[in-house]
């Protein structure tokens, strides 16, 4: 692959922190610039949205999540849909 690295947000599972995409992020940091959201000390799905979509530093970027981490992408892409990869 040549050029920029794919930027890519990470967002874990109910009480999980980064940890849990320790593997995926030293795997994929050859090809993208992973970044993991703090969803830990949010209390509606509202507030996780806002705050995944404030742990990316990038213009547009791709989410992943995992469990509770991968409802929010729903919500974060209809708040900024021209931020997230892949949305409409």
Excluded: K, N, Y
């Amino acid at each position: 692959m040549t050029g920029a690295r794919i930027p890519l947000l990470l967002l874990p599972g109910l009480l999980c922190d980064g940890e849990l995409f320790a593997a995926q992020t030293s795997g994929l940091a050859g090809v993208a610039d992973v970044r993991v959201a703090d969803l830990t000390a949010r209390d509606t799905m509202s507030a996780l949205a806002s705050a995944a979509l404030a742990h990316a530093p990038w213009p547009r970027f791709a989410l992943g999540g995992l469990s509770m981490g991968a409802t929010s992408p729903t919500r974060s892409s209809a708040r900024r849909p021209a931020a997230c990869s892949g949305s409409r």
